[in-house]
């Protein structure tokens, strides 16, 4: 989900397929042991990869437990995640929606949920945009997946699979 930040999908499966070329396993460890610039040399921005590191040091030096996150409600996985250098409001939406299968997740920093909500209920300003989906509360991550197909289809475009 780092590797997916800010850039497209197409680009992002790209960047991970390479660095799983490259290490093998995409594990903390082998994030950690890596040197930034093989990272670098693997498509991985300077920024990402402090990320990465950041977040495989966290899990390494145990100050996070992924296998306990999915017994937690999704705003004590905000306050554990939001911690860790890189990742924001975004990335932990997305880990809740894929990873914990939390349903009532919408990532409205996300440019494509906030234009096709836009385009599709004549909203202007981020409060509408918040009004419209509390609307669907308690199932928003499924108007999310809806809104991101929404969006993918209208452009012509297919969901990757990695």
């Given at each position: 989900?780092?590797?997916?930040?800010?850039?497209?999908?197409?680009?992002?499966?790209?960047?991970?397929?390479?660095?799983?070329?490259?290490?093998?396993?995409?594990?903390?460890?082998?994030?950690?042991?890596?040197?930034?610039?093989?990272?670098?040399?693997?498509?991985?921005?300077r920024q990402k990869v402090i990320y990465l590191k950041?977040?495989?040091?966290?899990?390494?030096?145990?100050e996070i437990d992924?296998?306990?996150?999915s017994l937690k409600?999704?705003?004590?996985?905000?306050?554990?995640?939001?911690?860790i250098k890189g990742i924001g409001n975004w990335t932990i939406d997305v880990y809740?929606?894929?990873?914990?299968?939390?349903?009532?997740?919408i990532p409205l920093g996300d440019i494509a949920i906030k234009n096709t909500i836009k385009e599709l209920y004549s909203c202007s300003s981020d409060e509408q945009i918040l009004e419209v989906s509390n609307k669907w509360k308690p199932y928003r991550t499924m108007a999310s997946f809806f809104l991101w197909h929404y969006y993918l289809e209208k452009r012509n475009r297919k969901p990757l699979v990695y």
């Open positions: 989900m780092i590797l997916e930040q800010q850039v497209s999908l197409a680009s992002a499966k790209a960047c991970y397929l390479r660095l799983k070329l490259f290490l093998g396993e995409i594990t903390p460890t082998t994030i950690s042991k890596a040197s930034s610039e093989d990272l670098n040399a693997n498509s991985v921005s950041a977040l495989s040091n966290a899990i390494l030096e145990k992924l296998q306990t996150l409600s999704s705003d004590e996985v905000r306050k554990e995640l939001i911690k809740l929606m894929f990873s914990l299968h939390k349903e009532n997740v």
